[in-house]
């Protein structure tokens, strides 16, 4: 496998920025060339070395590449600026990202400015840290969520501000109060302390304790903010503008505001942009989600498989072998991929990586009773320092194994869990399934067990895997309530083809599938509980998963209900029910560097969120596994009741409170059980502080968070920020909306066109407003627009159920003309008087007395009478229309084939659109269909506003622009 570039040096020269390999300290010189990437963001090879050229006079050390970033005609390099090694693995490094630099790519001055701030935050952040105290966490809490707070933090002590919680005046460093310590710390004081706002908070143990991160040092977690937000706002600039070093690395000297409009110039971009206007805002989200700590890599190991599927002696690039369902940094990377640049392509997955050293005393040698040392934990057990060859000598971190005690037995157990990039996102906007069967929150979590030397081939490897996903249905949740209702949508038939295609994509991967369901049988989840078991069903009698017989197995646990009064030792009775599959299925072994034994099945877990009730479930099922094979080996050991096993624990707890916070912006739920195997009052309260921290995540961080990883993943061009600026929110893009408009279409003409001789030309889907012969309502709504070679027909759908709720059929002769022109109906976004994007057309007719009007699907008479009546109105009308409005165009997942910038404008669309049913009513009028006595007139087109801009802006109510100023301070 060829080498990756493990250091490298970025300087910045007058045509573009420079990357080049260097070997770490004390390894022979490196063998790869230099690149150079120009301030275009193209990549290319450097043809020769100017590393002491006048045009560099700074450089910027980095460990990898994470990829280039694109805002508009804006360009941002991504580095990895500081790493942790977590782990080790057959002798090859694994290394969590815990900070990353991002420099523009716009002028040697610009990136030469970037480098510097870079290094001054990398040189603070050292010695923040070797000012800590010695005490040291197993858990990853410290690291920040990109939904957890998205606010910027102070940080620099030579400067005089105001606190914006407590407005108290001073040195950053130096202020304290009770205010900050509660609200701003996010509970690291005061909750339920036993030390109350004292200057230490929890001890590492209370915080274990209680299910909470056992890192009390704060100056540590307050060294990875980048910008400061307490800065005072000057007359010319609002508070919630950004400073001109979070255009660059959101380094933390604070060199004074910036206005946004004077961002497009320094950065070559649009000054109409929406996405540069925000363009702050997502670096930040940005530089924030990859220094989460919640990011991994290897330079030689391919964490995207398992450990028997790893390919160490192929020639291929590392890249090449990674699965792309774990590949999160596959879009940003592409220009050096594209550009052959192989040996800077560092894949990275998100997720969780933990690994603790163990050791076992035999007790009694007769029996092989052996039991867990007491005086042998994860921090004191007699440890040697042992390097791979690879890593760096100044590194700072070598992989500390146990050396095997005489009387016992050392292990390793190495814990890897792989979030999956389809349908990835944050808890309320990616729930259920998509329509390719991938499931929201799907993480793949491997369980390896080892002896401390890799590569001992006496000891055998043992791996058992385990999968948790969403539930595989499509529906949504509402995050305006801490009770959300459950609201279903689509057909039986679309969800069961979902539902199909999900578990055999799980079945091709991983053989035989268990189902464990763990939501209520009661109340809100009942309902998507019960169509969960019922697909199941209707699947296992169908052929199975394969069509030909293999059964998918399925058991529904109501967690909250048998474990009612925090008994949740009773997880045991589920562990019982799941034991002979667990017991089949087995899990895989490697010996003498060969699988001799393969996992045949997986068990896959689900809750609501696939987070809390999933984690204790998970834990518990790999706490058994892992008491069998060291039993297989002659080794018996009580994870559940000896209290020296808490590594164990606490190590799956962590992996849980990393899973959480990336889908759901804080620590899991239950971490104290997960961790104590007890269940407390006080984690109880401790939950409902974390419940409370989601719930506000939900509602105010995790729309733009949603935008900007959709945006990284490559499934939305930066038109998501044009829209989430208008609308506050982020659409769904794990949808294919192409596939479901067009769905509508053919299932709406299905159902509309009676005569069979009537031929359906085309079809649209188009915004038009909820009441009819009106052209402006609160609320619009997508519909539905045929045009055959006799009528229109205009049809309202019910999108949830996918069925026509009522449509409108008229005849061609009853046109009387078509106008096209603006069509502004707020005036609330940047976007929405935009009169390139705001278009829309309208169909004047006149109603035919002798035909039904409106036809609606109902069976309910008070329906029905309103209806007659409705009716009967619109027949005394002496002319009618409807209005349209033209949808954003947009796409999945833009390709080379069909990219979004060449689909049609919205100005097109109208266009085509209104100059079709012209023709064709046309060609009908000629044809002679019309009764005698009728002028047969062309219809043409007339280009006029519908509603200008001015007339939007009056109809605007002052009460409606003061919630849209207030939500846009709040999310924006």
Partial sequence: MPGLVRKLLIFAAVDGIILQPAPPRNHPPTTQQAIKIDYKGNVGPLLKDRRDAD??????????????????????????????????????????????????????????????????????????????????????????????????????????????????????????????????????????????????????????????????????????????????????????????ESLTVGDEDIKG????????????????????????????????????????????????????????????????????????????????????????????????????PFSIKIVDSRDNSVMIDPDATPDDIQLQSWKDKNTDSDSGSGVEVPLEPSNGKAFLLTLISRRSTKRAGLRYLRRGVDDEGHAANSVETEQILSSPNWDSFDEKCFSFTQYRGSIPLFFSQSPYSLKPQVNTWGSPETNAQAFKEHFADLTSRYGSIYCTSLVDKHATEAKIGNAYESH???????????????????????????????????????????????????????????????????????????????????????????????????????????????????????????ISRQYAGTAALKGDFTRTRKRQITGALTDFGLTLTRYYNNIVNDYFAQAVIDYLLGRATDSIFSEFEADMKSSDYFIDVRKVRQAAIERSAGIVIEDQEEDLIAGWTLSAPTAANELKTATFEEAVLLLTEKA??????????????????????????????????????????????????????????????????????????????????????????????????????????????SAESEVDVVKNISDEIAKIANRFRRRGVLDEGFEIKDIEPEEKDIISAADARKSTGYLEQLGYSLKKLVWA
């Fill in 536 to 658: 199941t069903r209707r699947l296992n009698s169908e052929g199975g998963i394969d069509g030909q017989g293999r059964q998918l197995g399925f058991e529904w646990f109501d967690f909250h209900s048998v474990c009612r009064g925090m008994h949740f030792e009773k997880v045991s009775i589920l562990l019982d029910t799941l034991s002979p599959f667990l017991k089949e299925s087995s899990w895989t072994e490697i010996a003498n560097g060969a699988v001799e034994k393969k996992q045949s099945g997986v068990l896959r877990t689900n809750c609501m969120d696939c987070l809390d009730r999933t984690n204790v479930v998970q834990s518990a099922c790999a706490r058994a596994i892992l008491e069998s094979q060291l039993s297989a080996g002659n080794c018996n050991i009580d994870l559940q009741n000896d209290p020296s096993t808490s590594w164990f624990n606490n190590l799956w707890a962590d992996n849980g409170d990393a």
């Fill in 55 to 244: 045009t560099a006079p700074v450089s910027l050390e980095a460990q990898g590449i994470v990829g280039i970033l694109k805002i508009a005609t804006s360009f941002f390099l991504i580095t990895i600026s500081s790493r942790e090694q977590v782990a080790q693995i057959r002798g090859k490094s694994i290394y969590k990202i815990t900070d990353v630099a991002l420099i523009p790519l716009a002028s040697q001055k610009d990136a030469n400015e970037a480098i510097v701030a870079a290094q001054e935050h990398m040189r603070r952040h050292r010695n923040s840290v070797e000012g800590e105290d010695d005490t040291h966490s197993e858990s990853e809490d410290e690291a920040p969520s990109v939904t957890d707070s998205l606010v910027d933090e102070h940080v620099s002590a030579q400067k005089e501000v105001k606190d914006p919680i407590t407005a108290q005046l001073g040195s950053v460093d130096k202020r304290t109060s009770v205010a900050e310590d509660v609200m701003q710390k996010k509970g690291l004081y005061g909750r339920f302390a036993n030390k109350w706002f004292s200057k230490t908070g929890w001890s590492a143990d209370s915080r274990r304790s209680q299910g909470l991160s056992s890192d009390e040092d704060l100056t540590r977690k307050n060294a990875n903010k980048d910008v400061d937000s307490t800065v005072p706002p000057t007359e010319e600039q609002p508070t919630n503008t950004p400073n001109p």
């Fill in 257 to 356: 505001p910036i206005s946004p409009d004077e961002i497009p110039k320094a950065f070559e971009g649009s000054s109409s942009s929406t996405s540069t206007s925000l363009l702050p805002k997502i670096l930040r989200t940005t530089k924030m989600y990859f220094a989460s700590g919640n990011f991994y890599f290897s330079y030689d190991y391919d964490l995207s498989h398992g450990i028997d599927s790893q390919q160490s002696n192929s020639s291929a690039p590392l890249f090449r072998h990674y699965d792309p369902l774990y590949f999160w940094n596959q879009h940003i990377i592409s220009p050096f991929i594209n550009a052959g640049q192989t040996s800077f392509v560092l894949p990275i997955i998100q997720g969780f990586v933990g690994q603790r």
């Fill in 792 to 901: 229109l027909y205009f049809c309202r759908l019910d999108w949830g159920t996918e069925k026509v709720r009522e449509f409108e059929r008229v005849g061609l002769e009853q046109i009387d003309g078509i106008f096209r022109g603006v069509y502004i109906t707020s005036t609330l976004g940047r976007r929405h008087v935009d009169e390139q994007k705001n278009v829309g057309f309208v169909v004047r007719y006149r109603s035919d007395p002798s035909q039904e009007l409106v036809r609606r699907n109902t069976r309910s008479l008070e329906s029905e009478e309103k209806h007659q009546s409705t009716t009967k109105k619109a027949e005394e009308e002496a002319g009618r229309f409807l209005a349209f409005k033209a949808l954003p165009p947009r796409s999945t997942l833009p390709s080379a084939t069909s990219p979004e910038s």
